[in-house]
């Protein structure tokens, strides 16, 4: 019968980079009659476990100071309400903690200190994130005489030596450059869009920042409309790569626009990412799109080294969750 097709199509989930276990996961949380909601923490959560490429989770990504915080948030498409925490510390179920956000607060963002006190009075255990795989990677920074950082126009030259770093008596500023500083291998970010049976869409995040970064720095995981969007009635989107720039054009939130006024998941993933492309060409980034039918794509910024993007889908269509491929643009 019409429309037969896409009534199978759902439930759909969704995820960044080729991290198996997570999408597993929520699927795993559906198939036991769990809610989208649960899925995107249970499957975001399976990353953090995982240490996800070293960029989820516990013991990766270590800050200036050789520190390990998280970012995570998770958003329910049905009521627009949106748990977050960034430079969580201590503590490892970050997207567990912003699933608490919602359920005891009327705020969306909690941050620091703060967001670890709330995690306890939660439940949450304090627990160390620093690993030794941590430690050597700023040892080893530390030796490069803290190369990459995220610094500029400062002195000592930030390209050459390590701080403290301090402004100049005479600035002249240097014009900043687009080129992300990440490196591909360096997969960011885990993003998760899940569309039950009925279209109802739920989304979510986790990460641990980018690498060496300033402390303090907070990226696009965690905040609504750039890490990741959901919208019931239109569908959801999840991003990852150089947060930094792309937090700027809100490129989930636009995404499930383009997908509200009918344009295929696909071709609104580009679409984004083109728009990004103009200021930015030579940036680090991809991002998934789902809608309420249960279709769905990706799209990228093609540059040297990261020529294709690989995402997880699973669907009653698929015998099992399946890595797929899309090549950049």
């Known amino acids: 019968p019409a429309g037969a097709a896409s009534a199978t199509a759902l439930p759909v989930v969704i995820n960044t980079w080729a991290f198996r276990t997570a999408a597993e996961t929520a699927w795993r949380v559906l198939e036991l009659g769990g809610s989208e909601l649960d899925a995107v923490e249970r499957g975001c959560g399976q990353c953090e476990i995982d240490q996800c490429d070293g960029t989820v989770g516990y013991g990766g990504s270590p800050d200036e100071s050789g520190e390990t915080t998280l970012d995570a948030m998770i958003m329910d498409g049905n009521t627009m ?3 977050a925490v960034a430079d969580l510390r201590r503590v490892k179920n970050a997207i567990g903690v912003a699933r608490k956000v919602i359920e005891y607060t009327k705020h969306t963002l909690l941050v620091g200190e703060s967001a670890s006190l709330f995690a306890v009075r939660m439940g949450f255990p304090y627990e160390d994130l620093t690993t030794p795989k941590s430690l050597s990677l700023y040892s080893e920074w530390l030796n490069q005489s803290c190369q990459p950082n995220y610094w500029k126009n400062v002195v000592p030259d930030s ?31 885990i993003g998760m869009v899940v569309i039950g049976v009925n279209g109802t869409v739920a989304s979510g995040t986790s990460t641990n920042g980018a690498i060496h970064k300033i402390p303090g720095r907070v990226g696009d995981s965690p905040i609504a409309g750039a890490g990741s969007y959901a919208d019931s009635t239109a569908g959801g989107a999840a991003a990852t790569g ?31 990412i083109s728009r990004i ?4 060409p030579k940036f680090f980034g991809a991002i998934i799109c789902a809608n309420t039918t249960g279709s769905y ?33």
């Open 159 to 189: 390209s050459k030596s390590c701080g403290p770093y301090k402004r100049p008596g005479k600035v002249t500023y240097k014009e900043e450059q687009t080129t992300s500083q990440r490196s591909f291998h360096n997969h960011d970010t």
């Open 242 to 272: 150089d947060g930094d720039i792309m937090m700027r054009f809100l490129p989930s939130y636009q995404a499930v626009e383009y997908m509200r006024m009918g344009t295929d998941p696909a071709v609104a993933c580009q679409k984004v």
């Open 297 to 329: 794509g990706a799209a990228c910024n093609k540059i040297p080294g990261f020529t294709q993007f690989h995402f997880m889908v699973s669907s009653p269509l698929l015998s099992q969750p399946t890595e797929k491929v899309v090549d950049c643009i």
């Open 277 to 280: 492309q103009k200021y930015a």
């Open 81 to 83: 309400e949106v748990g």
